[in-house]
């Protein structure tokens, strides 16, 4: 991407962030504050303790509607659509023909609405919408909404505080989502996020959006939160971060998205890229992507070679940095299958030494969600 | 007497007779962000001016630190392995990087002088 500053779009809360000191980045065609005066690792670790507040405007927002969107929306994703009850909010992966990940998304199916609420990727969202709109072409219509605006409150105090600016939300369990009103705006909330942590994502009006995050960063335990710490913060939670720890030359398996895929769905092969997808359910993927703990505290980035202890190279850092949680260097990767088990020690090559690092279980840092009881 | 010169990757040199103390300047650490790791070069190793000496790591990013000046490394301020967020809390005092014997002092005297350095980021 080429990005100059003339041409970057600002999203609603552009003159907050100005006014917050935000220290603004080009990101995917916008300019982001990748951070405030506290700092990454502050915000980082406010977040985890309190609660943060995250403008994600950027992100592409749309409505499905038709005779029956779940069901055309199936013919791109092999997530259960179908099966998403009333209310609910279900992650998915946007597939090829060959199976590759064009991209990580959300569906809502809001109660007693017939058209799917999707939220997919900033720099993803022009090829996805005209992806899906082409595919699903006289099935079902894609309406993008760039009017709306999309704010993420995270962290365990984000129940409380919302709850002062929308009396019941705190009710809602992990992954629910309907339409209320936040400090007086109608807004569509879900309680999902991409920190690991509690929360909940706001969908409001862009005309809305700097009254409500002024009315929630009022609130003593919030603290504005860039892009820098939403990166660590999602590390350490395990979660991909689309054209890093996947693209399309990655499928669900080799990705170790397999839980995103619909049990039905399996069973009935009847999604894009089914015959690389099926072959790899049944014999494996020759590729896995993997967590890695490396040893001592220096951070193995983005494109760090993983080798064996022959000094093989048999894989490649895809995230990577240092998880102030953790208080420790953390990677995610794809290696070779043979060497995906939790517990294989590997090495890292970081400026042409080796360093050594252990295969571990994701998330990094326990999830917080909190879910429905049983 | 000491004096302190600075370079455009934003390290500062400070010069005690044939001594010079390495580090990198506040406008560098406030950029970088918080330091979570630094690699520091072993005494003895020969570095030239210019050359890569050591690495500076924050949460999103890493960057090289260049010796200003030619020279024998002659100590490394090994208390940042364990403190590394004193590049931010002290970055041209107790936040420096390593030291240097000297090789010739043309390089040291090539350097901006703290007016200079302050003019150069200005125009950042």
Redesign the interface.
């Given at each position: 991407m080429t990005d100059t500053n003339d041409d970057l779009k600002f999203t609603p809360l552009h003159a907050l962030h100005l006014e917050l000191g935000g220290k603004m980045v080009p990101f995917a065609g916008y300019a982001m504050p990748v951070q405030y005066p506290a700092g990454v690792l502050k915000e980082h670790l406010h977040t985890r303790e309190k609660a943060g507040l995250f403008d994600v405007s950027h992100m592409g927002q749309a409505f499905l509607s038709g005779s029956d969107p779940a069901r055309a929306l199936e013919s791109v994703t092999p997530a259960d659509i179908q099966g998403i009850p009333e209310g609910m909010q279900r992650y998915g992966l946007l597939l090829s023909d060959e199976g590759g990940i064009k991209d990580d998304f959300m569906t809502t199916r809001l109660a007693g609405e017939p058209a799917l609420y999707l939220v997919v990727n900033a720099a993803m969202k022009d090829a996805d919408f005209a992806y899906i709109a082409q595919m699903l072409k006289g099935q079902a219509q894609l309406a993008p909404a760039p009017e709306r605006a999309l704010l993420a409150l995270q962290g365990p105090l984000a129940a409380d505080v919302l709850e002062r600016h929308s009396p019941g939300i705190s009710e809602m369990t992990f992954m629910q989502a309907k339409r209320v009103t936040v400090a007086g705006a109608p807004a569509i909330v879900s309680r999902t996020g991409y920190t690991g942590e509690d929360g909940f994502e706001i969908s409001i009006d862009g005309k809305d959006a700097e009254k409500v995050a002024r009315a929630l960063l009022a609130e003593a335990e919030v603290l504005p939160i860039g892009l820098g710490a939403r990166d660590s913060l999602r590390l350490e939670a395990g979660l991909c971060l689309y054209g890093h720890d996947m693209d399309d030359s990655i499928d669900p398996v080799e990705a170790n998205l397999l839980w995103s895929m619909g049990k039905r769905r399996k069973e009935a092969r009847d999604y894009p890229g089914a015959g690389r997808i099926g072959k790899h359910l049944q014999d494996g993927a020759g590729k896995k992507r993997i967590g890695l703990r490396p040893e001592g505290r220096a951070p193995a980035r983005e494109g760090t070679e993983i080798a064996d202890k022959t000094g093989r190279v048999i894989g490649r850092v895809t995230s990577g940095g240092f998880g102030p949680s953790l208080n420790a260097p953390l990677a995610m990767g794809y290696v070779e299958k043979e060497f995906a088990a939790n517990g294989t020690k590997l090495d890292l090559i970081v400026r042409g030494k080796a360093l050594g690092a252990e295969v571990v279980a994701m998330p990094f840092v326990p999830n917080r969600y909190k879910r429905a009881k049983k | 007497m000491s004096e302190v010169r600075f370079t455009d990757q934003h390290e500062w040199v400070r010069l005690e007779g044939d001594e010079a103390t390495v580090g990198i300047t506040r406008h560098a650490a406030e950029q970088l962000?918080?330091v979570?790791?630094v690699?520091l070069p072993q005494a003895g190793r020969k570095v030239g001016a210019g050359g890569e000496a050591a690495?500076v790591?924050?949460?999103?990013?890493?960057s090289e630190v260049y010796a200003p000046v030619g020279g024998e490394v002659t100590a490394a301020n090994s208390a940042l392995?364990a403190e590394?967020a004193k590049v931010n809390e002290d970055p041209e005092g107790a936040g420096w990087f390593f030291k240097l014997k000297l090789s010739d002092k043309a390089e040291f005297a090539k350097l901006m002088d703290a007016a200079a350095y302050q003019e150069f980021v200005k125009g950042l």
């Open positions: - | 962000g918080d979570v790791f690699e690495v790591e924050s949460v999103k990013a890493a392995e590394p």
